[in-house]
């Protein structure tokens, strides 16, 4: 399999603007890894492309939220690219952590079976499996922070109280399907002519509004609106969404945490997307600015992927979103 390693170095350079030491080393260890092997490329834009978008918000001092791009080519010469974002929650440090320890498992559970020649039985199974995987990582990183803070005397209760947990939404490109995956509130929307919003929020408020209890409207002002019904890393088990949508040709699709829609609203989100001739980077800082513009009250994470028909997954010309005005490349206030 070959791996596209300018993906990796626009996934650097979003990490460390937003001082995710973790999540950089991780990304340079592999990039490393792979560059050995010589099971990497550097490829040519073409006329797709895909583009992270990552900033802190106005409020918060670090980011959270995780995004990971990856794209490359299969033994069999078929294309593939996997995108994830991961909304941290349980403090700074922990809150970031577990969304990159969700971030590395999910791609180091999928990544040798997309070296393989052989398809499992399915790959739709497959992406539920890496992020079931995570899930268990997470969850068993809790229970040895438990055991610490308990034999420091921290009572049973409280610990439990600092769980780390986090989002994802995932999408897999293959063989000209789309596969989409959640837990969480972080979306994957779909433009091609209209936006529709292909995951399904597990939270309060959007039980709320399927009971009929609330209007669509009024999740964005819910005093629980934050209130996740669903996450990584809480329990042993989770259950985890999964969405197959066939590719029409000039396909956008846009993965975000809430600190991105909640911010902006649908309609705006579709307009930027069905902007035409956009590049992909143009519609991340657009997406990133609006959602500052909005208040910028949590941290911000998308990738927007730009899939023109016929176009070659594995060469997508991927662009690092630029620093929003009043802040220097590596995320300080200016």
């Known amino acids: 399999m070959v791996v596209d390693m300018r993906v990796f170095l626009h996934n650097i350079h979003a990490a460390l603007a937003n001082r995710q030491y973790q999540h950089v080393q991780f990304l340079v260890d592999y990039a490393i890894n792979r560059t050995q092997s010589d099971a990497c490329a550097l490829t040519d834009g073409s006329r797709c492309d895909v583009s992270i978008g990552l900033h802190p918000g106005r409020v918060r001092d670090r980011n959270e939220d995780c995004v990971l791009v990856v794209q490359g080519r299969r033994p069999s010469q078929e294309s593939f690219g996997l995108f994830i974002v991961c909304d941290g929650m349980g403090g700074h440090v922990h809150g970031q952590e577990a969304a990159h320890l969700a971030l590395q498992t999910i791609l180091e559970y999928l990544l040798p079976h997309l070296e393989n020649d052989v398809d499992p039985p399915s790959w739709e199974r497959l992406l539920v499996d890496g992020i079931e995987q995570a899930n268990r990582c997470i969850y068993l990183r809790n229970q040895c922070l438990d055991q610490e803070r308990i ?71 819910h005093p629980q609106r934050n209130q996740i019904t669903r996450s990584l890393g809480i329990r042993p088990q989770v259950d985890v969404d999964i969405f197959v949508v ?36 143009c519609m991340t800082s657009q997406l990133v600015q609006m959602a500052n513009d909005g208040g910028g009250t949590d941290n ?27 802040r220097s490349r590596l995320g300080h206030a200016s």
Not at 170 to 182: F, H, K, Q
Not at 187 to 197: D, G, I, V
Not at 250 to 255: A, G, I, N
Request: aromatic share 6%; net charge negative; hydrophobic share 40%.
């Open 246 to 281: 066939p590719l029409s040709g000039d396909d956008t699709f846009l993965l975000c945490s809430d600190g991105l829609w909640e911010m902006t609203r649908d309609d705006r989100i579709e307009a930027v997307l069905a902007t035409p001739w956009a590049h992909a980077s």
């Open 151 to 221: 034999a420091d005397g921290v009572a049973v209760s409280t610990s439990q109280m600092r769980h780390m947990g986090t989002t994802v939404t995932a999408l897999l490109l293959l063989d000209r399907v789309a596969y989409v995956a959640n837990v969480g509130d972080s979306r994957t929307y779909l433009y091609h002519r209209s936006l529709k919003k292909i995951t399904q929020d597990h939270s309060l408020v959007a039980h709320l509004v399927a009971e009929g209890v609330l209007r669509e409207e009024e999740i964005y002002t």
């Open 300 to 326: 911000i994470g998308c990738i927007v992927v730009h899939v023109c028909p016929h176009a070659d997954i594995s060469s997508m010309e991927t662009i690092p979103l630029e620093p929003v005005a009043g």
